[in-house]
């Protein structure tokens, strides 16, 4: 006798139909004759997208806000009462947002825009040398940050840097529960800010202002010499008029005059430059104050391929873990758990490493950038080196040229030449000068607020709301979320529009949910008239898809079945049966879910004798049928079923049976077992010309559906199509390809 896990050979004659190829969207022998087969419509599969966690809010929400407040409840106020006070310390600083430019100004040509301005101070003061002076000063030493596996990283995350509406006000602050070590924390990083950052930076500034004091020094030094220069050559020629030259003179003496002016343009260039070239190699040689931040590494490990990777692996190997978790028993996939756990722990280590190694391209790229400037600078001071030796040469060549138009009188002219430049560019000298002397007497961009951060006298009391008030709210939307996800998770029907693309099944029709109490009362000929008129329509629709189905395919013997129990699979097949009555058509219910009959108690008639007795031949055929008060209807039902009768379910009087049946009516509504928990339903399909399959709003769910359409599948049994009972507005009207079938 076959099993339930192994089907009999299908069924073959004019109604069977051939078994397709499984597929992945629909299952297999689930199309619909003369309509190909839809892939799934994501936008309507259940479990998936907004409406699915709506639906499942509906159907959920009083467990979920019951459980979500017993849950929450001894949460907020265990958070109220174990919340240990917390204190903090800050302190203030003025960012200026402009600044007057200096003379030379090397590492600042554009004015900085001040959001990075801003940005770059955050990252100034949680950058590790600002953090490591601090945590190196006497009264920080004796604190319990000392006493972390890693100070500088814990230092680093708790403190807080902050522009407070965008304002010029900058905030440092760090929270404890003890004030005055977060007070002498925070003075202790504003004090190695200003010392490593601010005061470097004022420095720069009196090393620029020495710069100029030297040079004009120089100029001034050499000015005096040119013109003592031009007093003697004076007396040894007894005039300095140009009396005596002519115009070729005037001409030889103006390019000389220009020469010289473009030489002492490039020598002045030469010497900025060389300023520039003296301040970008002192940065150079101290590469420890290049700073990367975590976001930056950050962005460098997401964009690359071996940390994605690596990433990636991770994620396979903790999926891996999870369904040997599901599918294996504790004691088999615990090897194997620990082996995959073990090279994640190796894929985490290479991932650590590969993040270091990012830290560090990304400082020597930063390096790099500041050697292409001073190469940059350099092969600018060569070009220059050589404009210099060129009008070197070319002042040369015009004085020899020069020299036979009377050499002294051009060495006075030259000689005038030279101081009056040397007059206008220590003029610019001085005028820089002083400006930058008054630059660095003036307030600097950022100066400190106050005295610095004072232990805090009264901790922060709103915190404490906060965190209960978020653990409280936490502890309500955890439970009612999980609820609310295993309903979800669970791809249960929601509306009858998700079932074709959910499962393959065409929607052969769709009835309200009819209250239980009203439904013994719809199977009298005068019961149930409210009710019975919001059935007739959509039946009618169904029973003329079968009329239809009866003509073109002969089909005859209509099996009725779900996949699970208490899907209204009973229901629809007494309503389908009423429904064929009424067409005039000799219509039998028979009720062959033996396990548990329900047709005797909806059509109130006795429960033997039925199939039990038939099949035990305790009484023959005719028998057992029964007349009901609806015309055209009988009714046959379960009878007393035992085990034994349940295994002979496979033996050839069941076959019999169902040919007595085709033999004396023309329709056959079998209502019979759920597929999957027992596999009574499986012997009997392969009796039936078709299925219809009974769809409840809200409980039956895909996974289930699917199962049930692939084990019929199995038996080559043709779906004819699903019935979505819902609710009560609920009435769907929709096509389905039957060859020349008009619409329901």
Request: charge should be negative; aromatic fraction near 6%; glycine fraction near 6%.
């Amino acid at each position: 006798m076959p099993t339930s896990d192994q089907p009999p050979e299908p069924v073959s004659g004019p109604n069977a139909l051939p078994l397709p190829a499984l597929r992945r969207d629909v299952p297999a022998g689930l199309e619909v004759v003369g309509r190909p087969a839809l892939a799934t419509d994501a936008s309507l599969s259940p479990g998936s997208g907004v409406s699915a966690y709506l639906h499942a809010c509906r159907r959920r929400w009083l467990v979920a806000t019951l459980l979500g407040i017993l849950v929450a409840a001894p949460i907020a106020p265990l958070i109220w009462f174990l919340h240990k006070p917390v204190y903090t310390a800050s302190a203030l600083f003025h960012v200026a947002a402009t600044q007057q430019p200096i003379l030379f100004d090397t590492d600042n040509r554009v004015a900085t825009a001040f959001e990075i301005y801003k940005s770059t101070q955050q990252q100034y003061v949680k950058s590790r040398f600002v953090i490591l002076a601090a945590l190196r000063k006497p009264e920080v030493k004796d604190l319990p940050v000392q006493r972390e596996s890693d100070p500088v990283e814990w230092l680093t995350r708790r403190l807080r840097v902050e522009f407070p509406g965008n304002a010029e006000i900058m905030t440092i602050s760090l929270q404890g529960e003890n004030p005055q070590a977060a007070a002498a924390l925070v003075n202790a990083v504003v004090d190695a800010y200003k010392t490593e950052v601010v005061d470097v930076e004022q420095g720069q500034r009196r090393q620029r202002l020495n710069d100029l004091d030297r040079i004009y020094t120089e100029k001034e030094t050499e000015m005096r010499r040119k013109r003592s220069e031009l007093k003697q050559l004076a007396e040894q020629l007894g005039s300095s008029e140009r009396d005596t030259l002519n115009l070729k003179q005037q001409f030889t003496l103006q390019q000389i005059a220009t020469y010289r002016t473009e030489l002492m343009n490039t020598q002045f260039k030469l010497m900025r430059n060389q300023g520039e070239l003296n301040a970008l190699e002192g940065m150079e040689k101290h590469p420890e104050t290049t700073e990367v931040s975590e976001v930056e590494v950050n962005t460098m490990l997401w964009s690359d391929p071996t940390a994605s990777q690596l990433t990636q692996k991770i994620a396979d190997i903790k999926k891996h873990a999870e369904e040997m978790k599901s599918i294996s028993q504790p004691s088999v996939a615990g090897s194997r758990i620990n082996h995959l756990q073990a090279d994640e722990q190796e894929i985490q280590r290479l991932l650590a490493s590969r993040r270091t190694d990012l830290r560090e391209e990304l400082k020597r790229r930063r390096q790099a950038g500041l050697h292409g400037q001073i190469e940059t600078l350099k092969a600018e001071k060569t070009l220059l080196t050589d404009q210099e030796k060129q009008l070197t040469k070319a002042v040369d060549e015009a004085k020899k040229q020069a020299e036979s138009f009377g050499g002294s009188s051009i060495d006075v002219e030259m000689m005038r030449g030279e101081i009056s430049f040397l007059e206008g560019l220590l003029k610019n000298i001085a005028d820089e000068r002083e400006k930058l002397m008054i630059e660095i007497q003036n307030r600097p961009r950022i100066t400190p607020i106050g005295k610095g951060a004072e232990p805090p006298s009264a901790p922060d009391e709103d915190r404490k709301l906060q965190y209960t008030l978020f653990g409280g709210l936490a502890g309500f939307l955890v439970p009612a979320g999980l609820i609310v996800w295993w309903d979800v998770r669970r791809r249960r029907i929601n509306v009858t529009d998700e079932v074709y693309p959910s499962t393959g099944l065409e929607v052969i029709g769709a009835v309200p949910l009819v209250p239980s109490r009203a439904l013994q009362q719809l199977t009298t000929i005068s019961g149930g008239s409210r009710w019975r008129e919001r059935m007739i329509e959509p039946l009618d629709g169904i029973a003329a898809r079968l009329l239809h189905l009866a003509e073109k395919d002969r089909t005859q013997v209509i099996l009725v079945s779900s996949a699970v129990g208490g899907e209204g699979k009973t229901t629809l097949a007494t309503h389908l049966s009423l429904s064929l009555a009424r067409t005039g058509h000799r219509t039998l219910l028979v009720d062959f879910d033996l396990r548990h009959p329900a047709i005797d108690q909806v059509m109130d008639v006795p429960l033997e004798p039925g199939v039990a007795e038939i099949l035990r031949k305790e009484i023959d055929y005719a028998g057992a049928v029964q007349e009901t008060s609806i015309e055209n209807l009988s009714v046959l039902p379960a009878g007393r079923a035992d085990r034994q009768l349940l295994a002979s379910l496979a033996n050839g009087a069941v076959k019999t049976l169902f040919e007595q049946f085709r033999a004396d009516y023309e329709f056959i509504l079998v209502d019979t077992s759920p597929v999957l928990p027992v596999p009574d339903a499986r012997f009997l399909c392969r009796h039936a010309d078709g299925v219809v399959f009974s769809v409840l709003r809200d409980v039956s769910n895909v996974p289930n559906i699917l199962a049930a359409c692939e084990v019929l599948a199995g038996f080559g049994v043709r779906p004819i199509g699903a019935v979505v009972t819902g609710s009560a507005g609920e009435l769907h009207y929709q096509r389905m390809s039957l060859g020349d079938a008009p619409p329901g």
